[in-house]
């Protein structure tokens, strides 16, 4: 399963469509916690974007939304853009 939180991001801004509350950071973890799904690794170059380089509105829904997805690259405030799930066995 890949989630692109960028679009979902996108949909939860003000003025954008709306998105369910299922999908979100803390849901994924949970999966992963309970033996659903397992992270496959993805490089920081295919997961991670510059928070700074991003949008007021995108910035706000992520620090007020999500705020798990930020981290620092290299010591660069970073946004998790990208994550790839599979199904555990």
Known sequence: MFVNWLEIVRYREPGS???TEFVSPRTM????DR??????P??????FVQYEGMSANKQQVIDNWAPELRSAVNGTPAVRAYELYTVAQ
């Open 35 to 40: 033996g659903v799904l397992t992270t496959a």
């Open 17 to 19: 469509y709306t998105y």
């Open 42 to 47: 993805l490089s920081p170059q295919e997961q």
């Open 29 to 32: 973890q949970q999966l992963v």
